[in-house]
């Protein structure tokens, strides 16, 4: 039975197994705060990662002069990105510290916690999401249960946290 597409744009609908059953019905993030949440994330991932490069480029490589910039074709980079969001959706069981901010978490679609390794594939899939040239984020914009690469990748959907208290906990 199909529901109109105002509703399934809204609100979670399960295709899969128990779990999902489980979170029919929650509300989705909206796009904005969804991009909130990431940028939120990428500000803090930088400001973490600065002086760490600033370190390691003085006190381990002992540069004199030291050009610091933010580039994903930097393995260091790349690792503290990975570091950051993997640890970050680990620990905060889906909720990174933007997340938090945007009120919002990522729900495993697999298990009740969010595990390490789907953790590091949703970080992976961030860097899917750019390397596509964005359009990873704009799947949101067509998927009913408005997925991006990241989303996918990790089987994950995002809630909007202020919404889905007023549903069910979806432990």
Not at 24 to 35: C, K, M, N, V
Request: with cysteine; aromatic share 12%.
């Amino acid at each position: 039975m199909s529901q109109p597409s105002s509703l399934t744009r809204r609100s979670f609908s399960s295709h899969e197994n128990p779990r999902v059953h489980a979170l029919e019905g929650l509300p989705l993030a909206t796009f904005w705060q969804r991009a909130l949440g990431y940028w939120i994330d990428v500000l803090l991932a930088v400001l973490l990662w600065a002086p760490a490069e600033i370190g390691w480029r003085r006190f381990v490589l002992h540069e004199q002069t030291i050009n610091v910039q933010w580039d994903f074709h930097e393995v260091g980079n790349v690792i503290v990105a990975l570091i950051y969001f993997g640890l970050g959706n680990y620990w905060g069981n889906g909720q990174t510290p933007g997340k938090w901010i945007a009120r919002t978490r990522a729900i495993s679609l697999a298990s009740e916690r969010m595990g390490r390794w789907q953790s590091i594939e949703r970080a992976l899939g961030y860097g899917a999401a750019v390397l596509e040239g964005g359009l990873g984020f704009l799947q949101f914009f067509w998927d009913r249960n408005r997925m991006c690469a990241q989303d996918r990748l990790a089987e994950t959907i995002v809630i909007d946290v202020r919404k889905s208290s007023q549903h069910h906990s979806p432990s």
